[in-house]
């Protein structure tokens, strides 16, 4: 549920220390400006990036391209801000876009929204940061924010990192985070087999039923890895395959079909293949024989290995290929000398179950000072009202549709 929103506070400028106040604000408004970022972003997302594919330039680019929506009942602009030290240096993005619903005459609600409000191809939103700057980052951005507070109705934060700068800075000016995403990281230490040998004795007892029933009914398996973006895009149409069939599958664990509509596709294709032009996609496809039967999409980001969404052929559900292709993904990782594989954000046993290193992203709402302001906490408050029709109503108001 959406939290409660709480009113800006205005910042005390005198209060900030010389380096917080030496950090400039740069807004970048346009798709030309964005462009100009990329040099740059590229760099900082290289240093600080923590191996996410959403923090990459390629991802913000393509993102506002495929999913940007201008129509009669929203419209949305780009509202990013660019962080600078004294020198010029960049140390930070907030990849804003501004939100205006129902755009065309008197706006209903104006937000502020982190790239990413989509069907979950996003798995972790917020800014990209230099960690040495991140409070600073923050309170230069809350201040520009405290100047403009009547100008938009709310802000979804989003990606604050727990426990740090930023997230105690907003918990001071009265921001309430109250919801998570959770990512999970296994830390490759030693060789595939060291490592296999500390896992907990349910896991290893998985993947040794795994590998036998594939032995035991004389099923040769190897691991194919597309990288070049041809070999990408030619994965990736066996992947969507493989998604969709596991997502309207029976008798399974209910997973949604991420790509259902064509902008999610169309945005995957054209990622990967910008990704893929500097080596940076992997797509993991498990063959039995001649036959594929599972797949899942990973990004090679410096020392990190990110296992992105996954689809299989059901006919092969009872061999846990998609164990097999993860565990076969991890043992890449360590012959090519990643020294990390992220799982994934989402709490589920299948990550669980390799005893993860947890990482919190913490997100919430907060509301402007504009004369709108009122029609944002109502609506608020609906969304965090049981089931009901007006809730529904006002998740329809709210939502962003799905585009062919």
């Not at 100009?36 to 913000?60: D, I, K, Q, V, Y």
């Not at 495929?66 to 419209?75: A, C, H, S, T």
């Not at 405290?146 to 930023?166: C, E, K, L, Q, T």
């Amino acid at each position: 549920m959406i939290a409660a929103f709480t009113p800006v506070q205005a910042l005390d400028l005198e209060a900030l220390t010389p380096d917080h106040a030496a950090i400039r604000c740069e807004p970048v408004i346009t798709p030309e400006g964005l462009a100009s970022l990329a040099p740059e972003w590229a760099a900082l997302a290289a240093a600080h990036g923590e191996g996410l594919p959403f923090r990459t330039f390629e991802w913000a680019e393509s993102w506002w391209r495929w999913f940007n929506e201008r129509r009669l009942g929203i419209r949305d602009t780009l509202a990013m801000q660019a962080f600078r030290t004294a020198d010029g240096r960049l140390v930070g993005v907030a990849p804003l876009i501004a939100v205006k619903r129902f755009g065309y005459g008197p706006a209903i609600v104006r937000s502020l929204e982190f790239l990413g409000s989509d069907p979950y191809v996003t798995e972790v939103r917020g800014p990209l940061v230099d960690p040495a700057y991140e409070g600073a980052i923050y309170r230069a951005l809350r201040a520009g924010l405290a100047r403009s507070a009547r100008s938009w109705d709310w802000i979804g934060w989003r990606g604050v990192p727990a426990g740090g700068p930023a997230a105690q800075l907003l918990a001071e000016r009265g921001v309430a985070l109250p919801g998570q995403v959770t990512g999970y990281t296994l830390t490759l230490d030693g060789d595939w087999e060291s490592f296999k040998s500390t896992r907990p004795r349910n896991l290893k007892e998985s993947l040794r039923k795994c590998y036998n029933s594939l032995k035991r009914d004389d099923l040769t398996f190897a691991l194919d890895v597309a990288r070049t973006p041809a070999d990408v895009k030619e994965g990736l149409t066996r992947f969507l395959a493989f998604h969709r069939q596991r997502a309207t599958a029976d008798g399974l664990r209910m997973h949604g079909d991420v790509f259902a509509d064509p902008a999610s596709q169309g945005f995957l294709y054209e990622v990967c293949d910008r990704l893929a032009r500097r080596d940076a996609v992997r797509v993991f496809q498990l063959r039995l024989g001649d036959t594929y039967a599972a797949s899942r999409v990973a990004f090679a980001l410096g020392d990190t290995l990110y296992l992105y969404f996954s689809g299989y052929d059901t006919a092969w559900a009872r061999y846990s290929v998609m164990t097999t292709t993860v565990a076969e993904a991890i043992r890449y990782a360590y012959a090519q000398g990643f020294r990390r594989v992220h799982l994934s954000t989402g709490t589920d046993e299948s990550k669980l179950r390799w005893r993860p290193e947890a990482s919190t992203w913490l997100e919430g709402m907060e509301c402007g000072a504009g004369p709108r302001a009122a029609t944002a906490r109502w609506l608020s408050q609906r969304l965090n009202e049981p089931s009901s029709r007006v809730q529904r109503a006002v998740r329809v108001l709210l939502g962003r549709r799905r585009r062919g």
